[in-house]
């Protein structure tokens, strides 16, 4: 006799059935996981590129838009360096470099609304102080969840950065500004007004007098050649405060020839491969043929015009002697190596408490003074090979003012340092 047990197929069809669900389910948590992680990674790879864009072109945002219209260079460069930060990016896992278009960065003058950003080709206001960056990956295909019908998505980041006042900065020039007056807001001193300083070599060194003082940041050693490597943006020091201090040198090694690099003039074994100009050399107090602009009238609007223009050091329009000052850089070499190096923040100092100790200029002995506040100057003119001379440096307001052309390096959320490239949305 034949006993069949009907119960025990049935009880394992019901098993089967059951670990086949369950098996379903794992795979779509499992998919859900994966698939949603990939999404994130990719979220977060491009949002690392949009900030890197807004922040590199919010830093090229540097017109001063209360003197009127700004070049529409500063558009174009902010542009470049944005889509230039992104293209170091990749996302996906790192499989695919990111890639933003021009049309991708949009500018405004205020943060909001959004909806009022443009690009520079639809015509952005050359005036912007803020910086948009947007980007999209679209085609992400799941790697399980498609089994279930689910198609391709896409992910989208954006960023805004502007420049704003920070809480440290990174020295642009061993400069220190002599305060006209210590006690006053802007220390004596207004826009326009033209710092005046003698220098005088014994050698190759130079010492600076009256309105400047050569200054080392660093708290270490340093001293005179110190001076000569931050001039031509070696060594520089970060982490600089208001109420810091900081040592005066009473000479500077080599500093005619790195202060002379800025203008693209160059001299011995420098290049603009190991030190970079400003976009323009051309220099102030000038003469006809030139824009004629003498001492005490401001040169920052016509310093403007020709960083757009990528001018030359010119030496028949610049008034003071240029005797023995080397054959200048072409405009084409300012367009091509140049970049923003005579605008400079730089920190305001007391001079006359100072003046008693003088420093060896070696880093032994210098006189430590405090850092009253950090301004932004106009570096006007080179240095030339003569015994003593004069140089020259524009009053362009503090250097935490919102509209100030001038930036640094540093941390962001300040209350009255240097401008700093700062993400804001």
């Not at 952005?124 to 089994?147: E, K």
Request: glycine residues 12%; negative net charge; proline residues 6%.
């Amino acid at each position: 006799m034949t006993i069949c047990n009907h119960k025990g197929k049935r009880e394992g069809g019901v098993v089967a059935i059951m670990v086949t669900l369950l098996l379903t389910a794992l795979i779509g948590f499992a998919g859900l996981a994966l698939d949603l992680g990939r999404l994130y990674v990719n979220k977060t790879e491009l949002q690392n590129a949009v900030d890197a864009c807004a922040l590199a072109a919010a830093n090229e945002l540097v017109c001063e838009p209360g003197l009127g219209t700004c070049p529409a260079e500063f558009l174009h460069n902010a542009e470049a360096a944005g889509i230039f930060a992104a293209g170091k990016n990749f996302q996906d896992f790192q499989q695919h470099a990111v890639v933003i278009e021009p049309a991708d960065i949009r500018f405004h003058t205020a943060i909001e609304p959004n909806g009022s950003y443009l690009p520079r080709s639809a015509g952005a206001d050359v005036n912007s102080r803020f910086a948009m960056c947007s980007a999209s990956v679209a085609g992400i295909v799941p790697w399980f969840m498609g089994i279930l019908g689910l198609g391709p998505h896409s992910v989208d980041a954006t960023a805004v950065a502007t420049l704003a006042p920070g809480q440290t900065a990174c020295n642009a020039a061993p400069l220190g500004i002599c305060a006209a007056n210590p006690a006053a807001t802007s220390f004596g001193f207004s826009p326009a007004n033209w710092i005046t300083s003698n220098y005088t070599h014994t050698g190759n060194t130079a010492e600076l007098t009256d309105g400047l003082r050569w200054v080392d940041f660093r708290s270490g050693a340093g001293g005179a050649d110190a001076v000569h490597d931050q001039l031509l943006g070696n060594g520089a020091a970060c982490g600089i405060r208001i109420g810091d201090t900081v040592k005066i040198q009473t000479g500077a090694n080599d500093a005619r020839k790195a202060w002379n690099t800025r203008f693209g003039i160059y001299t011995g074994s420098e290049s603009v491969a190991t030190a970079a100009p400003d976009r323009t050399g051309y220099a102030y107090p000038s003469q006809a043929p030139g824009p004629a602009i003498p001492v005490n009238a401001s040169a920052y609007a016509d310093y403007r015009a020709r960083q757009a223009a990528n001018a030359p050091f010119t030496p028949f329009e610049y008034a003071p002697d240029s005797a023995g000052i080397s054959a200048p850089i072409s405009a084409a070499t300012h367009l091509s190596h140049g970049a923003e190096r005579r605008l400079v923040a730089v920190p305001v100092i007391d001079c006359g408490g100072a003046v008693s100790g003088k420093g060896n200029g070696k880093g032994n002995g210098a006189v430590s003074v405090p850092i009253l506040g950090m301004a932004c100057a106009l570096m006007l003119n080179p240095m030339s090979n003569g015994g003593s001379g004069t140089v020259f440096l524009e009053w362009r307001g503090l250097a935490g003012d919102a509209a100030s052309p001038c930036r640094s390096a540093g941390i962001a959320g300040g209350a009255g340092g240097a401008l700093v490239t700062t993400l804001v949305q």
